[in-house]
């Protein structure tokens, strides 16, 4: 008789790129954790080099941890949803490639999840450093939805940060979703779909620390980056901002709300869009206008 194995209750995904030169003191400190029911999946969407050598070599270590290498580059959201597909367990939780864990960090959200089923993700608030993990430069902002009903719940995450994106996640949820299309603002989006399904409740007895490993740049720098590293292939960059509002106004809703409550939904999430990211959406316009009077919008590509 085959001996069927226990599935883990945690799936942990971490996506990582040629650049994940951090990759190990994460790993370790994913290791360190107190709670210890969960498996470890990293999925390197640049192999090769030094990540590559310490994830295999981790692997090789602990059973727990998974290997999946992308031959081809597809594109960081793509990446980040395969990990969501290799998943074994009932909650499923990201961690950034150079980012770190309180010891206690996993424990304390499992206990959150399974203290409520009506929480569909719990999840810390993040502490930002630079160098030593002693040197916090600031901390993030956070939202918890509790008690909230169902339109004050989706505004709360529409406008809230993204922190959240590191937060477990019940994975029965997860798959009601569309996960991360790919627009710039997807991980938005999927909180928004997320949201629809439960709430999302603060942990702030332990702490995520993220480090900064990247420079500020203006908007047309995030742009160029963003089309170059989030997408799976090459695409016009026309009115990039635009795709947001139509993401929200075509949200799935699979829960049993009738039909005046998903329409209700729907419009609610596309006008707080249009007002969240107003700013991006005329200077898309205006860049646009730019193009055309240029006669260079063919041309406009990565």
């Known amino acids: 008789m085959t001996v069927q194995k226990k599935k883990p209750k945690v799936s942990i995904g971490i996506p990582i790129y040629f650049g994940e030169v951090y990759l190990e003191e994460t790993l370790l400190s ?3 954790q107190s ?23 981790y692997a090789a270590q602990d059973k727990r941890i998974t290997y999946i290498r992308h031959e081809v580059n597809r594109g960081a959201l793509q990446n980040w949803n395969s990990l969501i597909h290799f998943a074994k367990g009932e909650y499923f939780i990201y961690a950034g490639g150079h980012d770190l864990w309180s010891e206690n960090l996993l ?8 203290n409520s089923h009506q929480v569909v993700n719990a999840y810390s608030p993040s502490f930002l450093f630079k160098d030593e993990i002693e040197h916090i430069i600031k901390s993030t902002g956070f939202v918890d939805t509790s008690n909230s009903g ?4 989706v505004n709360q995450i529409l406008w809230a940060g993204q922190d959240s994106l590191y937060g477990l996640i019940r994975i029965s949820a997860i798959k009601k979703t569309r996960l991360q299309l790919e627009i710039i603002g997807s991980g938005a989006v999927w909180l928004s779909e997320l949201s629809l399904y439960g709430d999302f409740r603060v942990c702030l007895n332990e702490k995520r620390y993220r480090r900064i490993n990247r420079s500020e740049f203006g908007r047309e720098k995030r742009l160029e980056r963003y089309h170059t590293t989030l997408f799976s292939k090459h695409r016009l960059r026309l009115l990039p901002f635009w795709r947001i509002p139509i993401a929200y106004l075509t949200i799935p809703i699979t829960t049993n709300f009738s039909f005046f409550r998903r329409v209700r939904i729907r419009i609610n999430l596309f006008i ?4 969240k990211y107003g700013n991006d959406l005329l200077l898309d316009m205006l860049f646009l206008l730019k193009r055309l009077m240029m006669g260079k919008l063919i041309k406009w590509r990565n």
């Not at 470890?40 to 295999?56: K, M, R, S, V």
């Not at 424990?107 to 399974?114: D, F, S, Y």
């Open 35 to 57: 709670f210890q029911d969960y498996e470890i999946i990293i999925a390197d969407n640049n192999p090769g080099g030094e990540p590559e050598i310490i994830a295999l070599k």
């Open 150 to 153: 169902i339109i004050a719940r």
């Open 107 to 114: 424990a304390a959200l499992v206990q959150i999840l399974e």
């Open 30 to 32: 994913i290791l360190k």
């Open 272 to 275: 707080g869009s249009i007002l």
